[in-house]
């Protein structure tokens, strides 16, 4: 049976999440299936294939933009895309190593990937913001967190900044040794996080078999992907077993649960439903669902990017 006695609710636009007084991005404009952004110093364009208005600005702002990733499907010359970079009207040097950009307390190393990526989901940062919240609802225990597919780090930072103990997990190891300069970049070296470099499946069936248990998982699991080991990741095919596994390591009485996706045909319904049915533990509390976005500056769009289901205990 599924848990009774949740609250359902939606989420509500935080502003202060996008604010440009303490978050160093932007979403500047987009339509025509692309979105001009501003990381830091820097403006980019990327696809957004959901983006099918007309955009709002000029076509002379978006060619201040420094780089532009495009998509190159079935093509030899790449697999997914590439970024063609310009000298952008007036734009300042696009450093090779990267740069920092802010979020309130937090700050991260930004920089172009190939796969159109700079190392930062902005959309997430209503999570962040409650990540830290639901941390901070327990100043009385050391909360014990788990980030699953943990990329480079965000939920990390944002969790450990609050006060928890934070299990970091990640297939890649580039994304981990960048999730933990993250850390180090703000100023939170002195925090106690384990850095696990493993297949998520194999990690979890292990923590059951030691009896490791957590107050909290954070996940954003990806379409697909890879183990270090090769090992093949599904959504589609394996998110039964990986609900099931996070239910073996939640503490009797957890405090929340955060799953988001990218992925074309899991809403926010579809999360909401598999929480229920594989997480029974969560028990009564509040559950708020819906979509992620990211706010136009001028405040009139919201570009859709992606999904999310969170629970935390009432």
Known sequence: MPPQGNKDTSMKFDPSAFSPKTFDYELLDSGHSRKLERFGEHRFIRPAGLAVWPPSLPESEWKTARGEYRYYRGSKQSASGEWKYGAGKGAPRLPEDGWSLRFRHLTFQVKPTPFGHLGLFPEQAPNWVWIGEQVERHPQREVNVLNLFGYTGASTLAASAAG??????????????????????????????RWILDDALKFLQREHRRKNLYDAIVMD??????????????????????????????????????????TPGFSSLTLRNMIRKYIPSTGRGHFESGELFLP???????????FYSRWSVE
């Open 164 to 193: 928890a103990r934070v299990t970091h997990l990640d297939a890649s190891k580039s994304a981990l040794t960048w999730a933990r300069t993250n850390h180090e970049l703000s100023g939170l070296g002195g925090r106690p996080v």
């Open 221 to 262: 699991p990806p379409s697909f992907g890879r183990g270090p080991k090769g090992e093949v990741w599904k959504i589609e095919n394996t998110m039964g077993e990986l609900l099931s596994l996070c239910q073996s390591v939640l503490t009797p009485r957890p405090l929340f649960f955060l799953m988001t996706t990218h």
């Open 296 to 306: 136009e500056v001028r405040g009139d769009v919201h570009l859709p990017s992606g």
